[in-house]
């Protein structure tokens, strides 16, 4: 889906920018271009963002094993 009328960014773009490494709404602001212009997506690109930097970082710690 567009979240990003004016660059023309979709959600797909934002999750792929942070499987890419960006780990901040300025890193992924930065590598899509999104919330740049008018910035009416901004609140539903952060939220994009975050659940997917959440995603990234709960398959990363897959298979980590924790004292108790």
Not at 6 to 34: F, L, M, N, P, Y
Not at 52 to 59: D, F, G, I, Q, R
Request: with cysteine; glycine share 8%; proline share 0%.
């Amino acid at each position: 889906m567009y979240v990003c009328l004016c660059k023309g960014v979709t959600d797909h773009q934002i999750r792929d920018s942070v499987k890419a490494g960006a780990r901040s709404w300025r890193e992924v602001q930065s590598a899509t271009g999104c919330g740049t212009q008018c910035g009416k997506c901004a609140c539903a690109a952060k939220t994009i963002t975050c659940d997917a930097v959440m995603t990234e970082l709960k398959a990363s710690a897959k298979g980590l094993a924790y004292a108790v």
